[in-house]
């Protein structure tokens, strides 16, 4: 079975993406550009909500155990972005650069508040690392497509992400409103998932490669690069752009579904 990137790798290419993002960033014709995936932004503000990010993160990491976030206090109050771009690059810098101090005083098995706690995902350090590099990988491409040079997730990333996408985001015990439903997930890569979605919640198992037919009756699936299956999860691609068999109409429940209202 394909393990899950470590957490010192998390940490590496939390580091590598993060700078994959300030070249995109850097290279844009103007901060002023809208952004594609985010019509309502310009370049400007998507640094400005990705680095506070980074920097709420950081706040929640620090806090340890705790019954929810901290105040804004704690993490925006007096670091707004600044509107010319070179100080941009350094405040997004410092971003990401006090993110990944705090991860790493805090080690992989810190206890903390997640808001994904009807998930099977732990709610520690770890989990946040690993959010934090997925969320930071989806917004450089982001940005890499607004500058016109879109490219790929890479494969590692992707497929831990993809993974992170079921077990974190979609995994609950919530029930689902719908009739019961079986949903195959494929990358092309090798690894592949599966959905079951019931009364129980959201049910999610790695699928290991097997000889012969597999017995289970699935209403739907969709298959491509790990890369794109993590952009049509965020809904920056749409099912087209995948190969998909059976069901339509789940993926658009699955789209539409927020298991805390």
């Known amino acids: 079975m394909h393990e899950n990137l470590a957490f010192p790798e998390q940490l590496r ?6 700078a994959a993002f300030r070249a995109a960033v850097a290279a ?8 594609p995936t985010h019509p309502a932004r310009t370049l400007f503000d998507h640094v400005q909500h990705v680095g506070m990010g980074r920097r709420k993160a950081a706040a929640i990491v620090a806090a340890g155990p705790a019954d929810g976030p901290p105040e804004e206090s704690a993490w925006g109050g007096g670091t707004a972005a600044p509107r010319e771009r070179e100080a ?28 994904w706690a ?7 350090s770890g989990a946040w690392a690993r ?48 009739g019961p439903a079986v949903v195959d997930y494929h990358a092309t890569e090798g690894r592949s998932w599966r959905l079951r979605l019931s009364r129980d919640g959201a049910q999610v198992t790695p699928l290991a490669p097997t000889a012969g037919d597999d017995p289970v009756s699935v209403d739907a699936s969709a298959r491509g690069t790990a890369s794109d299956l993590v952009l049509f999860f965020y809904d920056r691609i749409p099912l087209d752009s995948l190969e998909f068999d059976g069901d339509r109409r789940i993926f658009d429940q699955l789209a539409a579904w927020d298991p805390s209202v």
Not at 13 to 18: A, M, T, V, Y
Not at 106 to 114: I, L, M, S
Not at 118 to 124: I, K, L, V
């Open 88 to 115: 941009l690059l350094a405040w997004w810098d410092e971003s990401v650069e006090h993110l990944g101090s705090v991860l790493r005083e805090a080690g992989p098995d810190r206890e903390c508040w997640t808001w």
């Open 131 to 178: 959010r934090q590099l997925h969320e930071i990988a989806v917004h450089t491409s982001d940005v890499q497509l607004a500058g016109g040079a879109p490219q790929p997730i890479p494969e590692d990333i992707a497929l831990d992400g993809f993974d992170d996408c079921q077990f974190t985001l979609c995994a609950t015990t919530v029930a689902w409103p719908h």
């Open 28 to 35: 844009a014709p103007s901060l002023d550009i809208r952004m």
């Open 118 to 124: 009807d998930s099977p995902s732990p709610q520690t």
């Open 13 to 18: 290419l939390i580091d590598e993406r993060s």
